[in-house]
């Protein structure tokens, strides 16, 4: 493969509509699709509610990384501030925690597709198309950066163009615009039982399902440091980030809510798009959806590898993980990186298969709750940053809001959100789980020292060996 080390650069080949894209689409997963639908059920019309709220934490959450990765820009993002606001074992153990939530996002979405594939292709099984298509998106991830970033520009735009088509579809429905659909108005927000027919635990219980759609808006802070102009990019997603959310995820989700019952049967299995369209009787609705889900998994896929490889090879160039997962090639694509980080996708789908099913429920659930631990290290990094940063030639050209008391007030809530979750049965295993492999992760850090020291001296003897030849 012509491979090289490179020790301090990646490839730096994505372009302004390359980040711009991924700023955008960062924040739109299958799960605004199909996942919408449980939360939905789950909260009522409120779910408006669910996802103002998870979105502004999102929001706060975004301008505080980019206050510290405008200051210093790096592939290792969050992890690489952790290390230098709260200490070694912070950023060494949620760097490996957010290359594992990734690592297990490959085989789940390429299995989602592979599902989907095969309603289409019954003769190929569901194995042979979850294997060529995380094959194929691993070739692209190696060949690359700008491969990454061009494939991944086009999915994400047919993923925006279906949203805003959704959206404008819905709007002409909910004014009486739609032909031959006897539907109009917003009485759907009110006429089953009220707007918060569940009371106000079912907003927060669907708020805790509506977050963990917002993940993957911060991978543009990684992404924007293979760029030419990583700060321009990084500000203008930051500031972008409140109209993605509000058309995106608002926009969309009122219009589910305003023309169909929150308590439709089915609504969980089918989706909520696609009981939209299938109420305004859309040919073709599951069709067009499963072609939509398919896109969305895909890019997905797309950025958990390229994500799970770029925090591998920046754990790596700290230190935090063997030299080894550094090595680029010509392109100067940690192609090691990639290829451990799909091995691993794998390993877990090998253990679904021949190990009990509570250790793959267990490996599923330890990444329940590392979004909330990702969250939290942002802000207390944040938090003792600022102050350090400012003493920089040149000050700080970007800042979080009503510094220090909102930081301080997101603080304060994510850990209320992460005690709540432990007195629900349905989110104290995740975390549990997660915890536990966070305690795994740390008692590592000795054995990690012990390994670079050993390696350190290795390179001694080896010098002092050609020095006596």
């Given at each position: 493969m012509g491979q090289t080390r490179q020790t301090h650069t990646l490839g730096g080949g994505l372009t302004t509509r390359h980040v711009t894209m991924l700023s955008i689409a960062g924040v739109i997963g299958a799960s605004l699709f199909v996942g919408s639908g449980v939360a939905i059920a789950q909260a009522g019309p409120a779910v408006l509610l669910s996802y103002l709220f998870a979105g502004l934490l999102v929001v706060f959450i975004m301008r505080m990384l980019a206050e510290m990765a405008v200051a210093s820009p790096d592939s290792g993002s969050f992890s690489t501030y952790a290390e230098q606001a709260i200490g070694k074992w912070a950023g060494y153990t949620i760097g490996w925690l957010y290359w594992w939530f990734w690592v297990l996002v490959i085989p789940l979405e390429a299995n989602i597709a592979a599902i989907i594939l095969n309603t289409w292709i019954p003769t190929v099984p569901i194995w042979l198309f979850s294997l060529a298509i995380a094959l194929a998106l691993t070739g692209s991830n190696l060949l690359s950066v700008?491969?990454?970033?061009?494939?991944?520009?086009?999915?994400?735009?047919?993923?925006?163009?279906?949203?805003?088509?959704?959206?404008?579809?819905?709007?002409l429905a909910i004014a009486g615009l739609f032909p031959h659909v006897e539907v109009s108005g917003v009485s759907r927000l009110w006429d089953h039982g009220g707007f918060m027919p569940n009371g106000f635990t079912a907003v927060l219980s669907a708020m805790l399902i509506t977050m963990f759609s917002f993940m993957g808006a911060e991978i543009v802070t990684i992404a924007a440091a293979e760029s030419a102009t990583p700060e321009k990019h990084i500000m203008r997603a930051t500031r972008s980030v409140i109209w993605r959310i509000s058309i995106f995820?608002?926009?969309?989700?009122?219009?589910?809510?305003?023309?169909?019952?929150?308590?439709?049967?089915?609504?969980?299995?089918?989706?909520?798009?696609?009981?939209?369209?299938?109420?305004?009787?859309?040919?073709?609705?599951?069709?067009?959806?499963?072609?939509?889900?398919?896109?969305?998994?895909?890019?997905?896929?797309?950025?958990?590898?390229?994500?799970?490889?770029?925090?591998?090879?920046?754990?790596?160039?700290?230190?935090?993980?063997?030299?080894?997962?550094?090595?680029?090639?010509?392109?100067?694509?940690?192609?090691?990186?990639?290829?451990?980080?799909?091995?691993?996708?794998?390993?877990?789908?090998?253990?679904?298969i021949y190990a009990p099913a509570r250790v793959f429920n267990f490996l599923i659930a330890s990444s329940g709750a590392i979004a909330l631990l990702v969250y939290l290290v942002i802000a207390v990094s944040q938090l003792r940053m600022r102050k350090r940063l400012e003493l920089r030639e040149g000050g700080l050209r970007f800042k979080m809001w009503l510094y220090p008391w909102l930081t301080c007030i997101v603080i304060a809530f994510i850990c209320s959100v992460l005690v709540v979750m432990l007195f629900r049965p349905a989110q104290r295993v995740e975390v549990i789980s997660t915890v536990v492999l966070s305690l795994g992760i740390i008692c590592t850090v000795p054995v990690m020292s012990r390994w670079k020291r050993l390696v350190a001296w290795r390179k001694v003897w080896l010098q002092t060996s050609r020095q006596v030849r």
């Open positions: 700008r491969n990454y970033g061009e494939f991944e520009f086009w999915l994400a735009l047919s993923k925006v163009i279906a949203i805003l088509a959704f959206i404008v579809i819905g709007a995820y608002l926009c969309s989700i009122f219009v589910v809510v305003a023309l169909i019952p929150w308590d439709t049967p089915g609504l969980k299995s089918v989706g909520s798009y696609r009981a939209v369209l299938e109420l305004l009787q859309v040919p073709y609705a599951k069709a067009i959806m499963d072609f939509v889900i398919l896109l969305s998994v895909t890019s997905c896929l797309n950025s958990a590898l390229y994500t799970a490889s770029r925090m591998l090879y920046s754990l790596s160039h700290r230190g935090d993980a063997p030299a080894i997962m550094g090595i680029t090639n010509r392109k100067r694509t940690p192609w090691v990186a990639v290829l451990l980080s799909t091995g691993a996708a794998f390993l877990t789908v090998i253990v679904n």
